[in-house]
């Protein structure tokens, strides 16, 4: 028993100093920035956060050789930690790098115009930018505001319709067979109504009047006297312009139609009266004033032609179609 005894407070003994020697295994390592805490279960590294196992002193001799290659580990690890850390701090000398700011330049011109014509007065803002940048020059340009305004000729021409009146004076050249005329300087009137079509050209209606005065030739039994001619004249009618962009208009009026013409009178004591239609046309020059935009006035000359012959119209005819001369005062107005 005694033995028993002996033996049981030998191996209690034992353990005793097994713990202590255990507890005196505990120790820390200080290398630069890199630190090793010996305990019981291996080593801490703390820095590189890396744990590993070292042999502790009463192992046993086959535990003692598996740490060995743990050891070289934590060793090449420390030694890569150490690298980064000299490669960190070359890195933190060189500074930040340098920013690269690019700088440009805007440059920005405003230039006032004002053009003015026959059409108007425009005013208008152009702008030109030049935008300067690593790349280069760069350019634009428009318009940033605009304001026109109409001259007379471009209101009176925007207006599409026109009517006029004309009164003047005809001549008519027509002979009877002993070469004198049948009438007298007289009367001559018109009345068109027109749409412009475009700045050039306007169509539409015209009628004249003409009204040559009383003529007498010889006394007696010899006498001839034409009391009146007449002219009645229908037409389509065309106006042409040659400066619609002017307050002073040069024209041409045209026209075709039909005419009736009458005359009366006392040949040798005899009185006739007689009439004819016949197809006409005439054409002319005029100039004009745009007085406003809306009103008109000007001269305005016509030769018109009537195919009718004066023998329908008296014994002592020549066999000539009738021919007129007109020059005559225009008014009119455009709406």
Excluded: C
Aim: positive net charge; without cysteine.
């Amino acid at each position: 028993m005694k033995k028993i005894h002996i033996t049981a407070l030998a191996i209690v003994f034992l353990l005793m100093v097994s713990l202590v020697f255990a507890q005196s295994g505990e120790k820390t390592y200080v290398s630069g920035d890199i630190s090793a805490m010996d305990v019981p279960g291996g080593v801490i590294v703390q820095g590189e956060q890396v744990a590993v196992t070292v042999p502790m002193q009463g192992a046993s001799a086959r535990s003692a050789k598996k740490p060995a290659a743990h050891r070289v580990q934590v060793n090449q690890q420390a030694a890569g930690a150490k690298a980064t850390h000299v490669q960190n701090a070359a890195s933190l000398k060189k500074g930040e790098p340098k920013l690269t700011v690019q700088t440009g330049s805007t440059e920005t011109d405003v230039y006032d115009v004002r053009v003015k014509n026959k059409r108007g007065t425009t005013n208008y803002g152009v702008v030109e930018q030049t935008v300067t940048n690593p790349k280069g020059k760069q350019q634009t340009e428009g318009i940033v505001y605009e304001s026109y305004s109409p001259s007379k000729s471009a209101r009176t021409n925007d207006k599409k319709m026109e009517v006029s009146l004309a009164a003047g004076q005809v001549v008519s050249y027509n002979k009877d067979t002993f070469s004198d005329r049948y009438s007298s300087n007289g009367l001559a009137a018109s009345v068109s109504m027109l749409y412009h079509m475009n700045n050039y050209l306007a169509v539409g209606l015209d009628y004249m009047m003409f009204h040559p005065a009383e003529k007498s030739h010889n006394t007696g039994i010899d006498e001839r006297h034409y009391h009146a001619m007449y002219a009645h004249d229908i037409s389509l009618a065309g106006k042409l312009t040659f400066n619609p962009w002017s307050n002073f208009r040069i024209y041409s009026p045209m026209g075709v139609g039909m005419m009736n013409a009458r005359m009366k009178s006392t040949v040798f004591g005899v009185d006739e009266s007689n009439d004819k239609w016949g197809a006409a046309f005439y054409i002319g020059a005029g100039m004009q004033y745009d007085v406003t935009d809306w009103m008109f006035a000007g001269l305005e000359y016509r030769y018109a032609y009537g195919f009718i012959s004066d023998k329908n119209l008296t014994s002592t005819h020549k066999d000539r179609d009738l021919q007129f001369h007109t020059l005559m005062l225009r008014l009119g107005m455009r709406f």
